[in-house]
């Protein structure tokens, strides 16, 4: 099956700072999202990125489909920051799966 | 609109009982997806449905079982439960299924503990 790698698997960063979350992926897919997890659990999303480059405010992200390959940008971290980030591919070869990746677990120090 | 929403957040079960858990997707939306998370570790793909079939199954015994209402709420079963099916359980919803460019969103979880 499809392989999702998320690298740092760990991340500490001082306020301010800024940090880039990579997403290597095994096979071509049919979409890639990123998540921010909450400590409750919820699952928010930053970014539907099946190609190409996004912004939204101190984040963006950019997909290179052929690459197998994504990237999320942190700039000006702050604490609430703070929190695991997945990416996720769908995938189907007929039958649909989803995978997530390894995960980083960021944390934002004042 | 209301987002995706899961019932109950919490749960506990003891080893050996069945267990149901229901998702009600975004309105408009016409799939649903199914996913475990153990402590720890990354969401596992379970099931997806879309338009009341299932279109996806992820690596899990058949204890586990699901399907999907003609409002396209759904409900996760799993039956003969096991100590390490402890996890949280969350629900997504799309507008489109298999093979679509479509964005998913996901619901709150569901907390399950088997004592």
């Known amino acids: 099956g499809i392989q999702v790698e998320q690298s740092p698997p760990d991340l500490i960063l001082q306020e301010g700072a800024n940090s880039t979350l990579r997403c290597n992926f095994s096979?071509?897919?049919?979409?890639l999202q990123w998540f921010h997890q909450n400590p409750w659990g919820q699952l928010i999303n930053l970014f539907y990125i099946p190609s190409g480059t996004k912004q939204n405010g101190r984040l963006s992200a950019t997909t290179v489909a052929t690459e197998r390959y994504s990237l999320l940008y942190i700039s000006s971290s702050q604490t609430t920051d703070s929190g695991v980030y997945f990416c996720a591919v769908w995938h189907s070869g007929g039958y649909q799966k989803v995978t997530f990746g390894t995960g980083t677990k960021l944390q934002v120090i004042p | 609109d209301a987002g995706v929403t899961q019932s109950p957040t919490h749960l506990i079960k003891t080893r050996g009982q069945h267990v149901t858990l229901r998702c009600s997707p975004i309105s408009g939306h016409k799939s649903v997806s199914w996913y475990q998370q153990v402590l720890g570790q990354g969401p596992q793909f379970i099931f997806q449905y879309y338009e009341k079939e299932e279109r996806g199954r992820g690596n899990f015994p058949d204890r586990f079982s699901a399907r999907q209402f003609p409002n396209y709420s759904s409900e996760l079963n799993v039956n003969a439960l096991l100590l390490g099916d402890s996890a949280l359980y969350l629900c997504a919803s799309s507008r489109q299924g298999v093979g679509a460019r479509t964005e998913a969103f996901f619901g709150q979880g569901t907390r399950l503990t088997v004592v």
């Open positions: 096979d071509s897919v049919n979409n």
